[in-house]
């Protein structure tokens, strides 16, 4: 199992570029999850999918950033227009379903660099 | 929503002492309290967790205990190794995941 695959490792854009993030979720898992992480702050919760599904956004800007998650392949995490605030580590969880209570598995993230 | 609070943000240590690092929830229905450690670059791994039904779990040199009633949770590392130097998270789940805002720790060797 190859565990939770996110691309690119590191990511560089000049603001007003498009950055797109992709989570493989573990095999046999069909929710993902998507966190961002400030320089030297903690995890926050952006958006919660099943497959075609949103399930909860909450977390989420309301403008320029949208997720997906497609029947076939992997997450995305769009974010439009870039600034330099969105400058982050961005990872990707995923669990089984139903295992919702379970601590999930981290990808290795997306380091985010808005130049 | 549920709210994670972590204390300290910053502990440091001598080699081989404990280290003990404390979180409180707010939403009583939270039923499962994992603890993370990040390393600098890396990605948050699960290093120990407990159930709302337990009281205190046990691993090695790592163990957490939980007071339902309060609505705290602690980590206690012993013997503490320059390893085990990293940032350690906290969290509640309650229909999704709320972390703490992590603890950075120094083992001192």
């Known amino acids: 199992n190859a565990g939770v695959m996110q691309n690119p490792r590191h990511l560089v854009r000049r603001r007003g570029q498009e950055a797109r993030l992709r989570c493989s979720p573990m095999?046999?898992?069909?929710?993902v999850y998507w966190y961002r992480q400030l320089p030297e702050e903690g995890l926050k919760f952006m958006v919660y999918l099943q497959k075609e599904n949103i399930i909860d956004e909450s977390g989420m800007p309301k403008e320029r950033f949208s997720a997906e998650f497609p029947k076939e392949g992997p997450s995305i995490l769009r974010i439009q227009q870039v600034v330099r605030g969105d400058s982050a580590a961005y990872f990707c969880?995923?669990?089984?379903?139903?295992?919702?209570?379970?601590?999930?598995?981290f990808g290795s993230g997306t380091r985010l660099t808005v130049v | 929503g549920e709210n994670v609070e972590q204390h300290p943000s910053t502990l440091s240590v001598q080699e081989g002492d404990s280290a003990v690092i404390k979180c409180t929830y707010s939403d009583s229905a939270s039923n499962y309290f994992p603890w993370y450690k990040q390393e600098l670059g890396k990605r948050p791994q699960l290093i120990i967790d407990i159930r709302s039904n337990v009281g205190e779990k046990k691993d090695q040199r790592i163990a957490v205990t939980l007071n339902k009633t309060a609505k705290h949770f602690s980590l206690h590392i012993t013997e503490t190794q320059p390893e085990d130097s990293a940032v350690y998270f906290c969290a509640a789940f309650r229909n999704q995941f709320y972390f703490g805002t992590g603890t950075s720790l120094t083992v001192i060797p």
């Open positions: 095999k046999g898992h069909s929710h």
């Open positions: 969880a995923s669990s089984p379903p139903g295992g919702l209570n379970y601590g999930y598995t």
